[in-house]
């Protein structure tokens, strides 16, 4: 019997995950820093040691998630919210997916339960992905991403929000231009004005509920 393959290579995917009863895991910098840090880490094809061993010996420096490596998934956009994170990847490693985010998630549930002196899970369930069909939804999806803060009223504008992407979008023509060759607007300017346009953007998901992850 054929297995089939669910994540593969070069495929599109809107992941996103909740803590348990919306706990704000992510509540300041250490632990939001730590996951980043950790989402980097166990981004990788062979794994010799835990992140925490490894940082036993060795400081491990994150220069920024959007830079293309040799990787089981290509970062396209990100957001860490306070009890609950969003990643827009594109799959490198076929069928990798699953185990990549399952190390992320244990790994960064130990740290906090250590930090926190508590047992148990952290996260609701297993982490929820949408597979992305469309060069219209991958810019909907970037939108809904980077308008997160904003829709929680956390910042005024998303900018503001220290932990995703929306930095590079639209500071500087790197990114757009030269890295995020999946995102059909390359223009920084352009494509802050998509998503300014549409600053409600998030308050009108029923017309597109099937696209994203609520």
Known sequence: MMIRNKYPSSSIYHLCNKSIANFKIFRDEIFTSRFITT???????KIKRSLSDYLKSKE??????????????????YCIMPDHYHLLVKINAEN?????????ENSFTRFFNLKNYRKGPLWQSRFKSVLIESNEQ????????????TSSRLVTTPEDWNFSS???????????????VEVSIKNPVIYKKFVDDQSDYQKRLKSLKKLLLD
Request: proline share 3%.
């Open 39 to 45: 989402l980097d880490y166990y981004n990788r094809k």
């Open 60 to 77: 491990y420096i994150v220069e920024n998630l959007l830079y293309p490596t040799d990787s089981l998934v290509k970062f396209l956009a």
């Open 96 to 104: 990798s997916l699953s185990r990549y985010l399952n190390n992320v």
């Open 138 to 149: 991958l810019l909907h999806v970037t939108r809904y991403i980077h308008l997160n803060p």
């Open 166 to 180: 929306y930095r590079d979008y639209i500071n500087g023509n790197q990114f757009l231009k030269e890295i995020l």
